[in-house]
């Protein structure tokens, strides 16, 4: 009996891998998720697939569900926060930022990271992807009402994140510069006046590189700190550089230097940003977690 062809599954690759990257956050981990999900399409007969898109969505579903719960138990031995990788991509303007509607953007990634791996799975698929909840139930192995419930969990801790971001990214490189301007003029009053009251500040060093082990809330402690970071830390830093990239069409600045003991400097800041104000500052510095592409 005949398989399922090349051609028809070629035909669903760009909305399954749209899925498994909102489900994993990391586009290189989405397309080997629905390269495996291929794999297993090929080997069925024909005739036993009824619904192409619904069989390889369930299938690959399953598969990242099976990622993000190997990615959890990972987890609760990170040392300090975890951020999701920054893929980074060179920012050329506006003409380039009118091309990336299709990305999740790194506050919602940043979000989706916080959910457990049913509600990840649950949220995508019925919120982002309008999947119904008996489809959803068949990848969680669940009942369609427990589905609905881990979307429901999901759709509060999202809205209630307290990282709100509603900016484009024209508004978000502005806001992010003005954040940088004050930052290295050690402008305390400036920078504050960027900061939205309930701002927080997550760095991911992965026990690598120094970063903060916590999350920095509040404009006080966040101004205090980033100001030390500049005029402390960096000026240790020789030919230092910040160049505008974008993170999941997001707005974001690749530092790099060299530090004194011979060392390499290279971290990636985004925000999220919300009624001109920054809600989010994100530094990922885990170097194994930076995908620096052809800025390398």
């Excluded at 690959?60 to 991509?89: H, K, M």
């Excluded at 990634?109 to 949220?123: H, K, S």
């Excluded at 119904?132 to 979307?151: C, G, I, K, M, W």
């Excluded at 060392?263 to 977690?289: H, M, W, Y």
Aim: hydrophobic fraction near 45%.
């Amino acid at each position: 009996m005949p398989s399922p062809t090349v051609t028809e599954f070629e035909t669903h690759r760009p909305y399954l891998t749209a899925v498994a990257h909102r489900m994993l956050g990391n586009r290189a981990e989405a397309e080997d998720a629905v390269q495996e999900a291929w794999l297993r399409y090929a080997r069925q007969p024909a005739a036993a697939i009824r619904d192409a898109r619904g069989w390889l969505t369930t299938v690959t579903g399953r598969i990242c569900l099976d990622q993000l719960n190997s990615a959890r138990v990972r987890r609760t031995a990170y040392p300090g926060e975890w951020l999701p990788a920054f893929v980074v991509e060179p920012d050329a303007g506006p003409a380039d930022r009118a091309e990336i509607a299709d990305q999740v953007g790194l506050a919602l990634l940043v979000v989706l990271e916080r959910l457990t791996p049913e509600q990840r799975v649950a949220f995508v698929l019925h919120d982002a992807f309008g999947v119904p909840f008996d489809e959803v139930a068949a990848v969680l192995d669940s009942t369609p009402a427990a589905a609905r419930q881990h979307a429901s969990r999901a759709r509060r801790a999202v809205s209630g994140a307290g990282v709100r971001h509603t900016a484009g990214p024209a508004e978000q490189r502005r806001v992010l510069d003005a954040f940088l301007a004050a930052a290295q003029d050690g402008d305390m009053r400036r920078l504050a006046a960027i900061l939205a009251p309930d701002v927080v500040a997550v760095s991911d060093g992965g026990g690598v590189v120094r970063a903060a082990l916590r999350p920095i809330h509040g404009v006080e402690k966040v101004t205090r700190f980033f100001t030390g970071l500049v005029a402390n830390r960096f000026a240790d830093v020789s030919d230092l550089t910040m160049e505008p990239v974008l993170v999941e069409g997001s707005a974001a600045v690749l530092i790099r230097g060299d530090w004194a003991d011979g060392g390499r400097l290279a971290v990636v800041l985004g925000v999220a940003v919300d009624n001109g104000l920054i809600t989010g500052l994100f530094s990922q510095q885990n170097p194994e977690k930076l995908v620096l592409g052809d800025l390398e």
